[in-house]
């Protein structure tokens, strides 16, 4: 079979009886127009059902591919349609934040200039259809991530306040002194600050699972660690770092087996593969909009709904009340018991747009390709010498990591790196700790430089990357 250097996919040459040419790939795609102009080297025919001839491609020489998923997509996102510097812009941090597609900016366009108007408390056709609207988008969310009800999605400001929702609620509800919380030296700061607030009013104890020789999560410490004083698993499905996805399945039952529950930050995850709760088995799961296509400002925490019952008010205020008395209120049910004032309207809407966006595409597919875009990155990123990818390797097929590479260059500043490419070279890459200063005092860095691509990214901005990159290693050596 033949191998397309443009899409890394295994393909089949199919000759019908009519004189137009296709190729397709394993997965069904057609990969080449009629006609294509494509020189063919074949090991074996063999004819098919329906009287075609099915060869099998040894070498292809003029071989014309269609475009591929980051291709096809790039032109739904209207910002990346620019130049910065002096060049075109080249966008590799999308694991701080991802751009927004034109539908997205419709949705909000039309939230504000049409129907802008408050939920739940009124009655005229504004507020119906703004509330139809925001509930719609609750309803979109529950479905892509397979939730068992849309009751079970809470909207919040983001990821961040999800888990503080959680640390604040059930963790102080439920904790006392001694308990354990089993946490992960690789966690966002949001999946640490907030359990080390909680720890310093109940007197539990935070326990830190490190890292094996490949930095993914030492799955047999985590496992030696828990026991019947584990009360809480919180950890990350995806590190914004490393790169390392975790298998939050076993994790979950391991946990589970002594009695503790089990919080999934799953930000890098949600927006980039298919993502069921019901399969997971986990107790919490949260994410951000704006990871996601989604604006900013808006993030969700699903909960299992037995658990959010059994969880206390985390704000006090309008619309998480059933009744209010001078002496005493009675609360609502989830998820309004947690969404207190006015909710960020305009966000959800957008977010469910963002839903809508991404589910037109499909999320296999979405994983599908940036699997492709990880082993590359990552190929070409480990030929260039001195430097160091922090994170397991991409696997035969891109599947053991995430489309991001987090590096240092031996003798280069991350900043100094990231700020050479943008201005020399209009390529966006995040610089600094990404909010993992443990992480990086654990590796032995103070900062390191991070690419990181998204579906609408393409192997050609890859290929622009390690040229600039390559480029800017050569300038800060010239002065050595």
């Given at each position: 079979m033949a191998t397309s250097t443009h899409l890394g996919l295994r393909h089949a040459l199919v000759l019908p009886q009519s004189s137009s040419t296709r190729v397709v790939s394993s997965s069904g795609l057609s990969l080449c127009k009629e006609f294509a102009p494509v020189k063919l080297k074949c090991r074996g025919v063999v004819r098919s059902a329906r009287g075609g001839v099915v060869k099998a491609v040894v070498t292809v020489e003029n071989y014309v591919a269609e475009k591929s998923l980051g291709e096809i997509t790039k032109g739904d996102?209207?910002?990346?349609?620019?130049?910065?510097?002096?060049?075109?812009?080249?966008?590799?941090?999308?694991?701080?934040?991802?751009?927004?597609?034109?539908?997205?900016?419709?949705?909000?366009?039309?939230?504000?200039?049409?129907?802008?108007?408050?939920?739940?408390?009124g009655v005229h056709a504004l507020s119906?259809?703004?509330?139809?609207?925001?509930?719609?988008?609750?309803?979109k969310i529950?479905?892509?991530?397979?939730?068992?009800?849309?009751?079970?999605?809470?909207?919040?400001?983001?990821?961040?306040?999800?888990?503080?929702?959680?640390?604040?609620?059930?963790?102080?509800?439920?904790?006392?002194?001694?308990?354990?919380?089993i946490l992960s030296v690789a966690e966002h700061h949001s999946n640490i600050v907030p359990w080390q607030l909680v720890a310093q009013k109940t007197g539990a104890v935070l326990r830190f699972v490190e890292l094996?020789?490949?930095?993914?999560?030492?799955?047999?410490?985590?496992?030696?660690?828990l026991n019947e004083r584990t009360?809480?698993?919180s950890t990350f499905h995806v590190s914004n770092v490393l790169g390392a996805i975790n298998p939050i399945a076993d994790i979950v039952k391991w946990a589970h087996a002594v009695g503790a529950k089990v919080l999934v930050d799953a930000c890098?995850?949600?927006p980039h593969m298919p993502?069921?709760?019901?399969?997971?088995?986990?107790?919490?799961?949260?994410?951000?909009?704006?990871?996601?296509?989604?604006?900013?400002?808006?993030?969700?925490?699903?909960g299992k709904s037995e658990v959010l019952e059994s969880m206390p008010p985390f704000l006090g205020g309008g619309e998480m009340i059933v009744d209010v008395f001078l002496d005493r209120s009675t609360y609502a049910s989830p998820p309004s018991r947690f969404e207190a004032g006015t909710p960020a309207i305009g966000e959800a809407v957008g977010l469910g747009a963002a839903v809508d966006y991404l589910n037109n595409i499909g999320m296999d597919r979405i994983h599908e390709y940036e699997m492709e875009l990880s082993k590359y990155l990552y190929e070409k990123m480990s030929e260039i010498p001195n430097v160091r990818i922090y994170g397991p390797p991409a696997g035969d097929h891109g599947e053991r990591r995430a489309s991001l590479c987090s590096f240092t260059v031996e003798g280069i500043h991350?900043?100094?790196?990231?700020?050479?490419?943008?201005?020399?070279?209009?390529?966006?890459?995040?610089?600094?700790?990404?909010?993992?200063?443990?992480?990086?005092?654990?590796?032995?860095?103070?900062?390191?430089?991070?690419?990181s691509l998204y579906f609408y990214n393409t192997t050609d901005e890859v290929d622009t990357f390690i040229k600039g990159l390559k480029d800017t290693i050569d300038f800060f050596s010239s002065f050595k």
């Open positions: 996102f209207p910002i990346l349609d620019q130049e910065v510097n002096g060049y075109k812009l080249v966008y590799l941090d999308n694991a701080a934040t991802s751009q927004k597609p034109e539908s997205v900016l419709k949705a909000l366009r039309d939230y504000y200039g049409g129907y802008n108007a408050n939920v739940h408390r119906a259809k703004a509330t139809d609207e925001y509930e719609a988008a609750r309803k529950a479905d892509f991530i397979k939730a068992p009800t849309d009751r079970e999605i809470v909207f919040t400001r983001n990821a961040s306040e999800a888990i503080n929702l959680v640390a604040y609620t059930w963790g102080l509800t439920n904790l006392k002194e001694g308990d354990e919380i094996t020789s490949e930095e993914t999560l030492d799955l047999e410490q985590l496992k030696g660690f009360k809480l698993v890098q995850s949600v993502v069921d709760v019901q399969a997971l088995g986990a107790d919490f799961l949260v994410a951000s909009s704006h990871k996601m296509c989604g604006p900013t400002g808006m993030g969700f925490l699903w991350a900043t100094d790196l990231s700020t050479f490419l943008d201005q020399q070279h209009g390529i966006a890459v995040r610089s600094g700790h990404h909010c993992t200063q443990p992480l990086h005092r654990y590796l032995g860095i103070n900062a390191s430089a991070r690419a």
